[in-house]
Nanobody, 119 residues
Framework: QVQLVESGGGLVQAGGSLRLSCAAS????????MGWYRQAPGKQRELVAS???????NYGDFVKGRFTISGDNGKKMVYLQMNSLQPEDTAVYYC?????????????WGQGTQVTVSS
């Protein structure tokens, strides 16, 4: 079993920064990606950023250089540094881990952390 615990959300003014952290625990020998998704009220969950064990990163189009994902494989941690936050970044941010074969991936999710950006 895999558990993901997020931290670092909160309230910030537009233009500010936040750093999210996610700690993975459980029987994790390897993973395909760890990353962050977000979901705003009334909207679908969308990819924010992901990183592979070999540190290949992928970002949602809306990030536009404002966010940086990083990871510590030894500690099974993933971080999301968010700069130049805007009110439209307000959402619940979820940590995600994907493992398993390419033809049968398994997703794990954290409980989510609220990020609120005031104008």
């Amino acid at each position: 079993q895999v558990q993901l615990v997020e931290s670092g959300g909160g309230l910030v003014q537009a233009g500010g920064s936040l750093r999210l952290s996610c700690a993975a625990s459980g029987s994790i020998l390897s993973f395909r990606t760890m990353g962050w998704y977000r979901q705003a009220p009334g909207k679908q969950r969308e990819l924010v950023a992901s990183i592979t064990e070999s540190s290949i990163t992928n970002y949602g189009d809306f990030v536009k250089g404002r966010f940086t994902i990083s990871g510590d494989n030894g500690k099974k941690m993933v971080y999301l540094q968010m700069n130049s936050l805007q009110p439209e970044d307000t959402a619940v941010y979820y940590c995600n881990l994907v493992r398993g074969a390419p033809w049968a991936p398994v997703d794990y999710w954290g409980q989510g952390t609220q990020v609120t950006v005031s104008s």
